[in-house]
């Protein structure tokens, strides 16, 4: 792929937004197989928020440290205020007009996650901070760009779709590096990657589709556009073939402007996408209190697992179907991400009528695969 010379935007352009803000026991037997709303302006999410900003568009949770939507948003930015905290979307969208959907100056180990963004300057904006996490997004319409790090390093930016940015799909400029990018489809973008001081990226399993310029730099850095087999490289909309020996890599290499090379681009969209194995053990009720047991609210612990060699990501448990009367309290909880081989503990209260001393229930619970597609377990949840 030749390389481009065109000059990319202006330096007006990137420095008028530079990080600033614009604005008993019974037996259980278990198996498991909106509304618009509009709050504009700017709300600052931090930790410990259960009457601040996060009331305000959703419910904080204190344990997780999670602030989830309730609502879609109407010309809304979330500033983020705290480190170890997480924006859950949960699939609701902010619907833009201003600088920034999602913004986060300096906080580290911030998880932004299944959030609809649109029509905003840049649609997820870090700047001078790491190891975020920006899972599950879908960003569409930016004017600048759709997922932008700016001197930030050490993030993982998974499972999003970024379409229709004026500008770039991702950005990765003023320095900072060692971001992982991948699992993310970026379409219909000018630039669909644009890298600019920033180097040691790791951008690989990704389909890159119909942007103008598919990936390129300013300047060659060192970027990884491919991990070793049988990971391999990205998916090139321009660059599908030959495959000679039919092993789902194209024959030659993907030149990437001078960002970089994908040394093995892959043949088909999505290629690399697994999902989690999940299951649940035996459960193990009982009354949690005097109080419970008068007012027949049963807990019962359980414990979800992932077998599979693939993370399970946002995983959650939506419902669940049960005899004898019994029903399952909410709210239900999230589990959040379960790394391949491991696995975590969550609780369900139930209400048991008088005379009840046991009854079934299946567990219905909803996970993300690596490329960020909805899996559920042992299907969809009939309540739905």
């Known amino acids: 792929m030749e390389s481009r010379v065109i ?3 202006s330096a007006a352009r990137f420095f008028s937004a530079f990080c600033i803000l614009l604005v008993l026991t019974s037996v259980v037997i278990l198996s498991i197989s909106g509304t618009e709303a509009i709050a504009a302006g700017q709300l600052t999410i931090v930790d410990g928020d259960t009457n601040g900003a996060c009331a305000q568009i959703g419910a904080w949770d204190q344990y997780s440290h999670t602030c989830t939507l309730t609502a879609d948003q109407v010309g809304t930015t979330l500033s983020v205020g705290s480190s170890n905290i ?22 580290s180990g911030v998880t932004i996650r299944n959030l609809v963004l649109t029509n905003f300057s840049y649609g997820v904006f870090l700047c001078f901070n790491g190891n975020n996490r920006v899972i599950g997004n879908t960003v569409s319409n930016s004017s600048e760009e759709g997922i932008a790090l700016w001197g930030s ?3 993982v930016i998974e499972g999003n779709t970024v379409t229709n940015s004026y500008w770039d799909g ?5 320095g900072g590096g060692n971001n992982l990018v991948r699992y993310n489809t970026i379409a ?4 669909g990657l644009w890298v600019a001081g920033s180097s040691n990226n790791s951008i690989y399993n990704n389909n890159f ?6 990936a390129d730099a300013d300047s060659a850095y060192i970027n990884d556009f491919n991990s070793s087999l049988p990971a391999g490289g990205n998916y090139w909309s321009n660059w599908t073939g030959p495959d000679a020996n039919g092993d789902g890599y194209v024959d030659t290499p993907y030149t990437a402007g001078i960002a ?4 093995l681009p892959r043949t088909t969209m999505n290629s690399w996408c697994s999902a989690a194995e999940l299951s649940v053990s035996r459960p193990s009720p009982y009354w949690a209190s005097l109080g419970d047991y008068q007012q027949r609210q049963l807990s019962v612990d359980y414990t979800i697992s992932n077998s599979a060699a693939a993370e399970a990501y946002g995983v959650s448990i939506v419902g669940t179907v049960d005899t004898g009367g019994a029903t399952s309290l909410p709210p239900l909880p999230t589990v959040g991400n379960i790394a391949p081989g491991a696995s975590a ?3 369900i209260l139930y209400n048991v009528p008088p005379g009840v001393s046991s009854f079934r229930t299946t567990v219905y619970a909803t996970a993300s695969d690596s490329c960020g597609n909805p899996r559920s377990y042992p299907g969809p949840w009939p309540g739905a």
């Open 7 to 9: 000059q990319h935007g």
């Open 86 to 107: 997480t924006i859950d979307g949960n699939g609701h969208m902010l619907n833009g007009g201003g600088a920034y959907g999602i913004y986060n100056d300096g906080f």
């Open 153 to 155: 390093s050490s993030n």
């Open 170 to 174: 991702i950005g990765l400029v003023f």
């Open 188 to 191: 219909n973008n000018q630039w």
């Open 209 to 214: 589709i119909d942007n103008t310029y598919q």
């Open 260 to 263: 970089g090379t994908d040394y």
């Open 345 to 347: 503990s969550f609780t």
